[in-house]
């Protein structure tokens, strides 16, 4: 079956440094999504990625999608300790009744 | 507007009780999807249904669990004859369209002695 990776499973960072975690699928997404949760709570809602090599910026952070559309990547500049919590990736496959596949998602703890 | 709505938010049962965990969705969403996610895992797909049907339930146990999303209601996760293996938050998240974000309830948190 479908499977999707992610790198690191866990990123300690003093604040003011960046962050970047990886996503890689078996196979090839319609979609990646992805959403952050914090420690105790829910996951929410940041962004979907849908066309080839696409890159999308929410102020401090930068989201891209492969060109094979197997791959995605979360970068987070200048951590602050509000950036705190799992994120992760989340793919859907064409075909697959719009079914998400999570990734194990990385924790980011920032030190003050 | 409110969210996703889940409750109990925290269940404790017994060996061979039952379980049965409520969700509903946003206003206007119709489609649901149910996840359980054990600790230090991510989210491990179980059933999505729309009002009355089960789309796809591919990640649903064959035996003891079941889900429904009735036409008036919320949507029942109903897991029987719990076993200690049970034990996990499980959440619900609703959509307006399918393939759309998916918002995501508070969870409920089974805890199975």
């Known amino acids: 079956g479908q499977q999707v990776m992610q790198i690191p499973q866990y990123q300690h960072v003093q604040e003011g440094e960046d962050f970047t975690t990886y996503c890689n699928s078996s196979?090839?997404?319609?979609?990646i999504q992805w959403y952050k949760q914090r420690p105790g709570g829910h996951p929410v809602f940041l962004i979907q990625?849908?066309?080839?090599?696409e890159v999308k910026k929410q102020k401090r952070l930068t989201f891209q999608f492969g060109e094979a559309k197997k791959n995605s990547s979360l970068h987070i500049t200048a951590t602050q300790t509000t950036d705190v919590g799992t994120y992760f990736c989340?793919?859907?496959?064409?075909?697959?009744?719009?079914?998400?596949?999570f990734g194990k998602g990385t924790l980011l703890t920032v030190n003050p | 507007n409110a969210g996703v709505m889940q409750n109990p938010r925290h269940l404790v049962r017994r060996r061979g009780q039952e379980a049965r965990l409520r969700c509903s969705p946003m206003?206007?969403?119709?489609?649901v999807y149910w996840y359980r996610q054990l600790p230090e895992e991510g989210l491990k797909f179980m059933v999505y249904?729309?009002?009355?049907?089960?789309?796809?339930e591919s990640g649903m146990p064959k035996e003891r669990f079941s889900a429904e999303f009735p036409k008036e209601g919320p949507s029942i996760l109903r897991i029987q004859q719990v076993v200690r293996g049970d034990s996990a938050a499980y959440f619900c998240?609703?959509?307006?369209?399918?393939?759309?974000?998916?918002?995501f309830g508070p969870g409920t948190r089974l805890t199975v002695l």
């Open positions: 998240a609703s959509s307006g369209t399918s393939g759309d974000e998916q918002f």
């Open positions: 196979t090839t997404l319609s979609n």
């Open positions: 990625l849908v066309k080839s090599g």
């Open positions: 989340a793919g859907e496959v064409a075909g697959s009744n719009y079914k998400l596949t």
């Open positions: 206003k206007g969403h119709s489609h």
């Open positions: 249904l729309q009002k009355e049907n089960i789309i796809d």
